[in-house]
Structure formats: C-alpha cells, structure tokens
C-alpha cells in the first residue's frame, strides 16, 4: 500500500527531524507545506536526501495580510519548488475583516503561478469557498489546484467539482458528519488523502503523515466500495497528480 500526504506541517510537530525522517524510513510520499516564504527554506533542509517529501511554498492566509511584504520572498523561491501552499482565503470571524488583503495576496500568487507555467495548489477556503473559486476561475492557468479540507456549500462544492479541482480529505475530516457528506459527492478520480498534521488529530496526538491514508477507510464506507479499492483509487490519483505536476 503507498503511504501518501497531500497537505502535512512537517515543520510545525514537536520534533519536525524525527518526523521527517520516519516519513522517509516508510517511504511516505508527502506534500509538506509551509505558512511563509520565511519558513520555507528551513522546512526544504528537512527533506532527508533521496525521500519522497516535496516541500511547497506557502503563505497560510491566517498569516498573509500581515506579510504581504513576504510576497517578494515568495517571488524569489518560487523557481526552486513545484508545489505551492499552503494558500488561500479564511473567511472565519477572527480573519474576515481583512479578506480584501488576503485576496489580493492570492491573487498575485496566482499571477507569479501561471507565469511560472503552473504549480500545483494546496488551498485553504475556510468560510471564503466562494471567493476562492472566483479566484480559480480568473486564473484557471496557475496550475493544479487541490482543495484542502473543504468546508463550503452544497453548490460551491458542485462548482469546485465543475472547476476540476483536486480534494485533499483527512481522518479527522471524515469524522465529522458535514465531512462524510461532502466525501460521499466527490468524485472517485479527484480525492488525495491528507493528514493536516499536526493540527489533523488523533484524538489527543497528532496525524502522522504516514496515517492520511488511514482516510481510505471512511472513503470507503462513503462511496460504498472496498477499503483496499478506495486505497488504489487515492494512489491513482495521486500518480496523475504528480505526473501532471512534473508535466507543467
Ligand atoms: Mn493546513
């Protein structure tokens, strides 16, 4: 069984070393995002020589209104790495008042993206589905987008799904009956398991890259077919996802 993590804050666990070297001894493919361009480098040094973590380039939008200065950093890094995120718009209470910022960031990380000749997205689009979609559909040449964690509407999901984009979904996602019912209308061909480790829970400890997959289970349960066949379905996914990434 391939061990896969689209959306995992390698750098945020306790012991950020060890994890990415586990993720390394086991093989795990992972997506390792970052929250600034600052961190960015810092998070690269942890991919152990020969593994199979890639790191992106992100600017979390929690973060991004404060920092649009960092988008120049984010300028300079972008050549150097296939993958972007995390990104996007938090349209929650505490972020709200400065969604017009935060848009604007996205937007320009957008341009520098479809430039660049596309990138492949992790976004975040809590409470800001909507927008983040308009934002996709301005820019459909920044690349590949996978929608992580997705939270919106019966219709902005309908829209996303029209839109092509990718759904990155964890076990502390699918825990949620909200979040089995979004999973139960994705379709098969376009869902990459995700851990969103450390914030992604297990109870009280954090989701280990190397348990996103674990996510097969519920997406079984969700689609009504066989765990080991919800597992094959994710690694084909993401077999096109990376193909498609190195291709653009
Ligand atoms: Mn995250």
Redesign the pocket.
């Known amino acids: 069984m391939a061990l896969i993590d689209t959306?995992c804050?390698l750098d945020l666990y306790e012991d950020p070393k060890a994890v990415a070297e586990e993720a390394a001894r086991r093989g795990v493919y992972v997506i390792s995002?970052t929250t600034t361009p600052t961190a960015y480098v810092g998070t690269k040094a942890l991919e152990p020589y020969g593994s199979r973590i890639r790191t992106a380039l992100g600017l979390h939008p929690e973060l991004a209104a404060d920092r649009v200065h960092e988008l120049e950093l984010f300028r300079r890094h972008l050549p150097s790495t296939k993958y972007v995120g995390?990104v996007g718009i938090d349209g929650s209470a505490p972020h709200r008042h400065s969604i017009d910022r935060q848009g604007r960031v996205l937007t320009s990380i957008f341009d520098m993206c479809a430039a660049a000749g596309g990138k492949t997205i992790s976004l975040?689009s809590r409470g800001a589905a909507g927008l983040v979609l308009d934002l996709i559909e301005q820019e459909p040449l920044a690349g590949q987008f996978i929608l992580?964690?997705f939270s919106g509407t019966s219709a902005q999901l309908s829209r996303a799904i029209k839109l092509g984009c990718w759904f990155s979904v964890g076990p502390a996602m699918l825990r949620s009956e909200r979040g089995m019912q979004i999973a139960s209308r994705l379709p098969m061909d376009k869902v990459l398991p995700e851990s969103?480790g450390p914030?992604g829970m297990n109870g009280r400890k954090p989701l280990w890259p190397w348990e996103a997959i674990d996510v097969a289970a519920s997406l079984s349960a969700a689609w009504g077919i066989g765990t080991e066949e919800a597992q094959n379905h994710l690694a084909g996914n993401f077999r096109r996802l990376v193909a498609d990434t190195d291709r653009g």
Do not use: I, K, M, P
């Open positions: 959306h804050h995002v995390e975040h992580h964690w969103d914030f």
